[in-house]
């Protein structure tokens, strides 16, 4: 592949992350992530999933459990440092989840990611996610 439709090719990943979790579509928001794939969400008090069973856990576990609508709205995403089958990149997210108890949350976080190709899709090797509005409301 060429540099632009590598781009092209991360770029559609986080969409495609963002509309399978939005949509609760719990096996293709963690079919994002290579098989030894990271998400770290310490930062954001969530904790560290290696593997991507542990991150599709997380998600059916922790999130989708406790969300009756989410959405991402992703936003200044920039790919950097694309070489052979990794690359790396940040977007930014606002992310605004209505709780199944009633409770509203709103985020602004700004995603770290290295990017690998698997079988010729890029996927998440790793994801850390950031607050980016420190003292915002939650």
Known sequence: MNYLADRAAIHDLNTRYAVAFDGFQLNESSGCWAEDGVLDERETGFGLFQGREAIR????????????????????????DIEGNRAAGSVFCLVEVVKTDGGYVRSHVKYEDE???????????SRVIKPSLPGAPS
């Not at 991402?72 to 790919?79: C, Q, R, S, T």
């Not at 990017?115 to 090797?125: A, I, M, N």
């Open 115 to 125: 990017y690998v190709r698997v079988d010729g899709q890029w996927k998440f090797g």
């Open 57 to 80: 856990g997380f998600f059916r576990d922790s999130l989708f459990t406790h969300a009756r609508k989410v959405i991402h709205i992703m936003f200044n995403h920039l790919v950097t």
